[in-house]
């Protein structure tokens, strides 16, 4: 098998984040299982006001051998969202993904738990 460039600019991109935070916890998750991932565009959000919004949230890239792997287990990370949607930080008012534990904001614990 030959060797593949490993230069990062070759990586795929296999996800757009919907919001600031939800690029990182899908490469904690990769990554967890296996699946080297980056998020790109986090210096977009430091821009105020000339990005387009869409422009501006994290995407999530992996190495184009690793994309069947990574999309198998985006579409198993989006599943427990159905089930368990978002939640809304009862101390700050930020709104966290369903697999976080606690508010990426202020560190309240989710009203799911316990
Ligand atoms: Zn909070």
Redesign the pocket.
């Given at each position: 098998m030959p060797v593949r460039d490993r230069k990062s600019a070759e990586w795929v991109q296999v996800f757009r984040g919907s919001g600031p935070t939800d690029a990182y916890l899908l490469r904690d998750w990769l990554e967890r299982n296996g699946v080297r991932a980056t998020v790109r565009g986090e210096s977009l959000m430091s821009l105020r006001g000339d990005v387009p919004i869409m422009e501006a949230w994290p995407t999530v890239w992996v190495p184009p051998a690793d994309r069947d792997r990574a999309e198998a287990l985006i579409t198993e990370f989006h599943g427990p969202s159905l089930v368990h949607p978002a939640w809304q930080?009862?101390?700050?008012?930020?709104e966290?993904a369903p697999t976080f534990g606690s508010?990426?904001?202020?560190?309240?614990d989710s009203p799911h738990l316990g």
């Open positions: 930080c009862p101390k700050c008012g930020e966290n508010c990426w904001s202020c560190g309240t």
